[in-house]
């Protein structure tokens, strides 16, 4: 069974850094995109970073150099754990961050979005950023 659970949400304040985590066990065999979207009430999620299969990164416009996607596997216990650093944190980033998994088919993609069909979902982790 597929599992992504993130974790390392919280509240801050502008200016503050933040680093996200995405534990994932269970993933079949193959490269994947890993990325993270983030919504916020009223708003349309948006691809934030993303991961992709050869080790390639992308970011959102909107956050880039801000914004830092990396990956560490854990050798014995065969868990994948893809983190979202997030510096210089501004109101706008308040909202729920989901990390989410796709095969990579090796292709071009344009954004964090469409680097996959992305079939797997954690249940989110809540940044609240006040000024």
């Known amino acids: 069974q597929v599992q992504l659970v993130e974790s390392g949400g919280g509240s801050l304040e502008s200016g503050d850094t933040l680093r996200l985590s995405c534990l994932g066990t269970?993933?079949?065999?193959?490269?994947?995109?890993t990325a993270w979207f983030r919504q916020s009430p009223g708003k349309e999620r948006e691809g934030v970073a993303v991961?992709?299969?050869?080790?390639?990164?992308?970011?959102?416009?909107a956050v880039e150099g801000r914004f830092t996607v990396s990956p560490d596997y854990d050798t014995p216990k065969n868990t994948w754990t893809w983190y979202l650093k997030i510096r210089n944190l501004q109101s706008e980033d308040t909202a729920m961050y989901f990390c989410?998994?796709?095969?990579?088919?090796?292709?071009?993609?344009?954004?964090?979005?469409?680097?996959?069909?992305?079939?797997?979902w954690g249940h989110g982790t809540q940044v609240t950023v006040s000024s």
């Open positions: 991961i992709d299969g050869g080790g390639g990164t992308k970011y959102l416009d």
């Open positions: 989410a998994a796709g095969l990579y088919t090796g292709g071009w993609y344009s954004r964090p979005s469409t680097c996959a069909t992305y079939s797997y």
């Open positions: 269970g993933l079949p065999g193959g490269a994947y995109c």
